[in-house]
């Protein structure tokens, strides 16, 4: 059958546009329903930007007494094809997505990682954030870091030398993130031993030494949502002289546990621990991924079951989504 100008798309109007197969004109909802019906009714398909981040992962905790401050966590791995903005690991914009309307796209957002532990991976639709790597402590070393960001090292007690640069073997996830640095460790006077930050979405952290605290790798900031936030910053090393973390990750390893712990929404990592100076109180968790979706106002993004979603019009022709939980979200 073909379309014809007598039966659709003449509300509020002239002759609309058409041939023989198709019609371009206004319609009403009975039009609509009855053209999906015949599947005759095209919605073409739209342009959707993302930030994708994982979970950061956690800074390392005490396995032994003495004074062997422990490695932040690394931030979660950091995808972005907003504008002209990095992805992590100094990689370049992501191409966009080319999504339709009534299609379930697959989400998961992915939580920070506990003590020692790494993050959980973040996905939406073919897009997959790895978590961020656990800080190291005593008894494990960096090579069990990695991650999105790799986690830093911790200051392991001597091998017979007086000064020791105890190298991270943690590998990050190829642009998503960067790697964790090396620990510290002198036998000669254990107040200068210093655990490594955790690497960032937009730095390394630099390797700790005996006049080098070791701040957490720096992160990125994005304008996704309207303004500039800060996000996937690597966790603090511990030490008496002990890091920093920034753009959401966990900072001041001497403090309370909610400063230890990245913030909810960055992927930032969690901060280490030092025995002397914290006892055994648990180092900062990594903090929680999350999903941004950035789509022409026309647009309406809803969410299934176990999905949180809000949606913010820009005003600027543009809607963005942010998104936590897992479940499936579908477009109108």
Not at 63 to 80: D, K, L, T
Not at 237 to 247: P, Q, R
Request: proline share 2%.
């Amino acid at each position: 059958m073909s379309i014809t100008q007598k039966t659709y798309g003449w509300i509020g109007q002239g002759i609309p546009t058409q041939s023989g197969g198709a019609n371009s004109g206004i319609f009403s909802v009975q039009d609509v329903n009855d053209l999906k019906k015949q599947q005759k009714y095209f919605v073409p398909a739209f342009d959707v930007e993302y930030l994708v981040i994982a979970g950061g992962g956690g800074g390392g905790g005490q396995a032994a007494s003495g004074y062997a401050p422990m490695g932040g966590g690394g931030a979660g791995g950091y995808r972005n094809s907003f504008a002209s903005e990095a992805s992590g690991g100094g990689a370049s914009t992501e191409t966009h997505l080319t999504l339709n309307v009534a299609t379930n796209y697959a989400v998961s957002v992915g939580g920070g990682g506990g003590e020692q532990t790494k993050g959980t991976d973040t996905t939406f639709h073919n897009i997959t954030s790895e978590g961020g790597g656990p800080g190291a402590n005593h008894a494990t070393f960096g090579s069990n870091g990695d991650g999105g960001s790799s986690g830093g090292e911790a200051a392991h007690n001597g091998d017979g030398n007086n000064a020791n640069s105890h190298i991270n073997n943690s590998s990050p996830t190829a642009n998503q993130g960067h790697k964790g640095g090396n620990g510290w460790y002198e036998a000669g006077n254990n107040s200068y031993n210093k655990g490594a930050g955790g690497g960032g979405a937009g730095a390394a952290a630099v390797n700790a030494s005996f006049s080098q605290v070791g701040n957490g790798g720096a992160g990125l900031d994005s304008e996704i949502t309207g303004s500039s936030v800060g996000r996937g910053g690597g966790g603090a090393g511990a030490g008496h002289s002990a890091g920093s973390g920034t753009h959401g990750g966990g900072t001041n390893p001497k403090g309370s546990v909610s400063d230890r712990t990245g913030d909810a929404l960055t992927g930032g990592g969690g901060a280490g621990i030092q025995y002397d100076s914290t006892s055994y109180a648990d180092a900062g968790s990594g903090g929680s991924g999350v999903v941004y979706l950035h789509y022409p106002d026309d647009r309406t993004c809803t969410p299934a079951s176990g999905v949180s979603l809000t949606e913010t019009d820009k005003g600027n022709g543009f809607k963005v989504a942010e998104i936590t939980g897992a479940g499936n979200v579908s477009f109108t």
